[in-house]
Every structure is written in C-alpha cells, then in structure tokens.
C-alpha cells in the first residue's frame, strides 16, 4: 500500500475541499415565472406548493 511521503498541510487541504463550496442555487419556478428556492415560500407572491400561505401587499 503506498504511503504519502511528506504530510499535506492543512492550507492545501482547506484549497482541496473549497472548490466544493460554491454552487449556484437551484432555483424552483412558480406557475407565474417568479423563481424562488424549492421548498420555501415564495417572498415575491407568498405561494407555498399551490397555495397562498402569507398575506403579500402589493
């Protein structure tokens, strides 16, 4: 079994695992075209899964 050779330093292993980190967020549409995060209320409308859940003035 191979064995590294000299120890890797916590830097290199924090630049390692923060290429992981940044994602764009995918986004849900609702049935007017307003994108909002899935499973959250839309803060433009108030709709949550067809239905209106908060009370939005407009």
């Known amino acids: 079994m191979a ?3 000299r120890k890797q330093s916590k830097r290199r292993s ?3 695992r923060g290429a992981n ?3 764009a967020p995918q986004l849900s549409k ?3 075209g ?3 995060l899935p499973h959250r ?3 433009a409308n108030g709709m949550y899964r067809g239905r209106q859940v908060l009370d939005i003035e407009t």
């Open 3 to 5: 064995n590294p050779k």
């Open 30 to 32: 609702d049935s007017d």
């Open 21 to 23: 980190r940044f994602k």
């Open 34 to 36: 307003t994108a909002f």
């Open 41 to 43: 209320v839309n803060p």
């Open 14 to 16: 924090a630049l390692r």
